[in-house]
C-alpha cells in the first residue's frame, strides 16, 4: 500500500480503491512539493500554500472516483491548478498557444516574482509582464495552397499483381511475357 491505493478483488476482478487517509496525502504531498519545487517555485511558503491547494484538488479527484497512482493525480492537479492560474491571470479562455507560451514564460524564470502571485501571496497583477516574456512563433504562420500529388508505395500495385498472378495459374488468362530488361552495356 505504499502508492495510496488498496486492491480488492471483486468477482474475479481486480479493482482500485483510493487510500484517503491523511497518511496517503503525505506520500503524496511529499513528491508533489517536489514536483512544485521542480517548476522553480523555491519558497517554503509558496509551496505549502500551493500544497493546501492541490490537496483540496486531489481530495475531490480521490472522492470521485479510484485512482490508479495518486502521486500521478497530485502532480496531474498541480499541473492543471498553474494551468487555471494562468487562464485567469491572463483572462483567456480556449487560447490553447497562449497558454503554452504563459507556462513557458512563467516556467522559464523570465517573469520575477511570478510563485508569489501563483501563491496568492502577492496582489499584483503579472499578466503583462507574462505576456512581455512570451516568444511568438517566427515567421508568422503562412498557410500555403497546395497541389495535392499522388504517393506511389512500392506495393502500391501489389494486389493488381497478385491477383492476375493467380488468375493465370488458374488458366482464366494467358500469363504475359515479363518485360525486358536491357544489360548494361
Known amino acids: 500500500?505504499?502508492?495510496?491505493?488498496?486492491m480488492a478483488g471483486q468477482s474475479g476482478a481486480t479493482?482500485?480503491?483510493?487510500?484517503?487517509?491523511?497518511a496517503a496525502w503525505a506520500r503524496v504531498s511529499e513528491?508533489?512539493?517536489?514536483?512544485?519545487?521542480?517548476?522553480?517555485?523555491?519558497?517554503?511558503?509558496?509551496?505549502?500554500?500551493?500544497?493546501?491547494?492541490?490537496?483540496?484538488?486531489?481530495e475531490a479527484r480521490v472522492s470521485a472516483m479510484p485512482l490508479e497512482d495518486p502521486v500521478e493525480a497530485g502532480i496531474e492537479e498541480?499541473?492543471?491548478?498553474?494551468?487555471?492560474?494562468?487562464?485567469?491571470?491572463?483572462?483567456?479562455t480556449?487560447?490553447?498557444?497562449?497558454?503554452?507560451?504563459?507556462?513557458?514564460?512563467?516556467?522559464?524564470?523570465?517573469?520575477?516574482?511570478?510563485?508569489?502571485?501563483?501563491?496568492?501571496?502577492s496582489g499584483e497583477s503579472i499578466a503583462a509582464q507574462v505576456r512581455a516574456a512570451g516568444v511568438q512563433p517566427e515567421p508568422e504562420p503562412?498557410?500555403?495552397?497546395?497541389?495535392?500529388?499522388?504517393i506511389n508505395l512500392c506495393c502500391h500495385d501489389l494486389g493488381r499483381r497478385i491477383t492476375g498472378a493467380l488468375r493465370v495459374l488458374a488458366g482464366s488468362e494467358p500469363?504475359?511475357?515479363?518485360?525486358r530488361k536491357e544489360q548494361p552495356r
Open 31 to 58: 513528491r508533489v512539493a517536489l514536483y512544485l519545487r521542480a517548476l522553480g517555485i523555491e519558497d517554503p511558503l509558496h509551496r505549502e500554500r500551493l500544497l493546501v491547494r492541490v490537496q483540496q484538488r486531489w
Open 142 to 150: 503562412a498557410p500555403l495552397d497546395m497541389e495535392p500529388s499522388t
Open 78 to 92: 498541480a499541473y492543471a491548478l498553474l494551468d487555471a492560474w494562468l487562464c485567469t491571470e491572463l483572462d483567456i
Open 94 to 121: 480556449g487560447e490553447i498557444d497562449t497558454l503554452f507560451t504563459a507556462r513557458a514564460a512563467v516556467l522559464s524564470g523570465a517573469v520575477p516574482n511570478w510563485t508569489a502571485r501563483f501563491a496568492g501571496v
Open 1 to 6: 500500500m505504499d502508492s495510496g491505493i488498496a
Open 15 to 22: 479493482v482500485a480503491v483510493a487510500d484517503r487517509s491523511p
Open 175 to 179: 500469363a504475359a511475357a515479363p518485360p
